[in-house]
C-alpha cells in the first residue's frame, strides 16, 4: 500500500491541479492500518508534507490563471519559449537545379563569304595567287641600301638646318626642358614663308628632334594638351 501510495503522490506532484486529494487521504488510511504508531506518525507526516506542497503549487497556478484572466496583453512568455518550434535559419544548395543559359543564336551564313556587296565601296576580292607573285616581284632592299636611303631623303629635306633651328631655341630659353607645343611654336617663328604650314613645321621639328641629340618624355595625362617634353641631351 506505501508503493502505491508514494506512486500517486508522485503523479498528483507532477500535475497539481488535476491531483485527487481524497484518494491519498483514502490510501494513507489502509496503509495506516497495518503500522505501529511511530511508523505511523512518520508516514502520516511525510504524506501531509508532501500534500501541503501539491496545494501551494495548485495555488500558484490558479492565481497565475486568474492574472492572464485579467491581462489583456496575453500570457507572458519567456524568450526561449518557442526556439525549439521556430526555424532559426535555412541553407539550401540550388547547384544541382542550376543550368546555364543557352547560347545566343548564330546568324546563318547566306552565300560564299567572297561574295562583296558592289556599293561603291573599296572592297574589292584580289586573287591569292597574284598577290604572292605581286610581293615576290618587290625589290628587297637590304639594311646598308635603306640606311643610305633614309640620309638620301634627310638631306633633301635640309634637316641640318631644322636641327640648327631646334638648338637656337633652346638657346634662347634658361631650361634644358621645353613643351612641345613651345618648341613648335618657336620653329615656326623661324622657319621661312613656304615652309610655315602648320604640318610641315611639326614634321620637320619631329624629324629634327629624332636625328639630334633630344629625349621625348610625356608628363602628365596621355590626352592633356601639354604632357609632351622635349629634353635636350
Same mark, same amino acid.
Given at each position: 500500500?506505501?508503493?502505491?501510495?508514494?506512486?500517486?503522490?508522485?503523479?498528483?506532484?507532477?500535475?497539481?491541479?488535476?491531483?485527487?486529494?481524497?484518494?491519498?487521504?483514502?490510501?494513507?488510511?489502509?496503509?495506516?492500518?497495518?503500522?505501529?504508531?511511530?511508523?505511523?506518525?512518520?508516514?502520516?507526516?511525510?504524506?501531509?508534507?508532501?500534500?501541503?506542497?501539491?496545494?501551494?503549487?495548485?495555488?500558484?497556478?490558479?492565481?497565475?490563471?486568474?492574472?492572464?484572466?485579467?491581462?489583456?496583453? &496575453?500570457?507572458?512568455?519567456?524568450?526561449?519559449?518557442?526556439? #525549439?518550434?521556430? #526555424?532559426?535559419?535555412?541553407?539550401?544548395?540550388?547547384?544541382?537545379?542550376?543550368?546555364?543559359?543557352?547560347?545566343?543564336?548564330?546568324?546563318?551564313?547566306?552565300?560564299?563569304?567572297?561574295?562583296?556587296?558592289?556599293?561603291?565601296?573599296?572592297?574589292?576580292?584580289?586573287?591569292?595567287?597574284?598577290?604572292?607573285?605581286?610581293?615576290?616581284?618587290?625589290?628587297?632592299?637590304?639594311?646598308?641600301?635603306?640606311?643610305?636611303?633614309?640620309?638620301?631623303?634627310?638631306?633633301?629635306?635640309?634637316?641640318?638646318? $631644322?636641327?640648327?633651328?631646334?638648338?637656337?631655341?633652346?638657346?634662347?630659353?634658361?631650361?634644358?626642358?621645353?613643351?612641345?607645343?613651345?618648341?613648335?611654336?618657336?620653329?615656326?617663328?623661324?622657319?621661312?614663308?613656304?615652309?610655315?604650314?602648320?604640318?610641315?613645321? $611639326?614634321?620637320?621639328? $619631329?624629324?629634327?628632334?629624332?636625328? &639630334?641629340?633630344?629625349?621625348?618624355?610625356?608628363?602628365?595625362?596621355?590626352?592633356?594638351?601639354?604632357?609632351?617634353?622635349?629634353?635636350?641631351?
Amino acid at each position: 500500500m506505501q508503493l502505491e501510495l508514494w506512486t500517486v503522490i508522485e503523479s498528483a506532484g507532477d500535475v497539481p491541479e488535476q491531483a485527487d486529494l481524497e484518494q491519498i487521504w483514502l490510501i494513507l488510511d489502509v496503509a495506516l492500518d497495518s503500522l505501529s504508531v511511530r511508523s505511523q506518525l512518520k508516514l502520516a507526516g511525510d504524506v501531509i508534507d508532501r500534500m501541503a506542497q501539491i496545494i501551494h503549487d495548485r495555488a500558484l497556478l490558479t492565481i497565475e490563471e486568474i492574472h492572464h484572466i485579467g491581462n489583456a496583453e &496575453g500570457p507572458i512568455m519567456p524568450l526561449g519559449a518557442f526556439d #525549439r518550434f521556430v #526555424r532559426q535559419s535555412m541553407q539550401v544548395n540550388l547547384a544541382p537545379f542550376v543550368e546555364a543559359p543557352p547560347g545566343p543564336p548564330r546568324a546563318s551564313q547566306v552565300g560564299n563569304h567572297s561574295d562583296f556587296p558592289d556599293d561603291g565601296r573599296s572592297i574589292a576580292e584580289i586573287d591569292q595567287a597574284a598577290l604572292l607573285e605581286a610581293l615576290d616581284a618587290e625589290p628587297e632592299l637590304d639594311e646598308p641600301e635603306s640606311y643610305q636611303g633614309a640620309l638620301a631623303i634627310a638631306h633633301s629635306e635640309n634637316v641640318q638646318d $631644322w636641327i640648327s633651328a631646334v638648338q637656337q631655341c633652346f638657346a634662347a630659353q634658361p631650361h634644358r626642358s621645353m613643351l612641345w607645343v613651345d618648341l613648335t611654336r618657336a620653329m615656326k617663328d623661324l622657319s621661312t614663308a613656304e615652309d610655315n604650314e602648320p604640318r610641315s613645321v $611639326w614634321v620637320k621639328t $619631329w624629324l629634327a628632334l629624332l636625328l &639630334g641629340e633630344y629625349r621625348l618624355e610625356q608628363r602628365g595625362e596621355f590626352y592633356g594638351a601639354e604632357t609632351l617634353w622635349v629634353t635636350r641631351e
